[in-house]
């Protein structure tokens, strides 16, 4: 299955709370990670804009830092990351993402289920 990149439904949206608004691309919905996931999608977090704490019951998120330098709070823990870094945060974990810089963020999200 190819998903040509004009079809990929997008939108903004306030994440969790988080300050600003996010510019997310659906890379896919759930029929399309065929009962394994929730999300994958391709997020652009703006200088100053944030997704909000939360946590994660059932399911893992990832993140793939693909440009820009965030603040990633893992599970109250603030860690920078880079291009090329991963996020994890498993069952019962709690994060948040921070652009405290002056480029856009953009990364990769993925949410699987158990």
Same mark, same amino acid.
């Given at each position: 299955?190819?998903?040509?990149? *004009?079809?990929?439904?997008?939108?903004?949206?306030?994440?969790?709370?988080?300050?600003?608004?996010?510019?997310?691309? *659906? /890379?896919?919905?759930?029929? %399309? #990670? @065929?009962?394994? %996931?929730?999300? $994958?999608?391709?997020?652009?977090?703006?200088? %100053?804009?944030?997704?909000? @704490?939360?946590?994660?019951?059932?399911?893992?998120?990832?993140? @793939?830092? /693909?440009? %820009?330098?965030?603040?990633?709070? *893992? *599970?109250?823990?603030?860690?920078?990351?880079?291009?090329?870094?991963?996020?994890?945060?498993? $069952?019962?974990?709690?994060?948040? /993402?921070?652009?405290?810089?002056?480029?856009?963020?953009? #990364?990769?999200? #993925?949410?699987?289920?158990?």
């Amino acid at each position: 299955m190819v998903t040509r990149s *004009d079809h990929c439904p997008r939108r903004t949206a306030r994440i969790q709370g988080g300050e600003g608004i996010v510019h997310i691309k *659906d /890379l896919t919905d759930r029929e %399309g #990670l @065929y009962g394994h %996931g929730k999300m $994958f999608s391709h997020i652009v977090v703006n200088p %100053g804009c944030s997704i909000g @704490y939360h946590d994660h019951q059932h399911e893992t998120e990832f993140y @793939y830092i /693909l440009r %820009g330098e965030a603040v990633f709070n *893992d *599970d109250g823990t603030e860690v920078p990351v880079h291009p090329g870094d991963i996020c994890a945060t498993g $069952f019962g974990q709690h994060h948040a /993402l921070e652009n405290r810089g002056k480029e856009p963020v953009e #990364l990769i999200a #993925l949410i699987v289920t158990e």
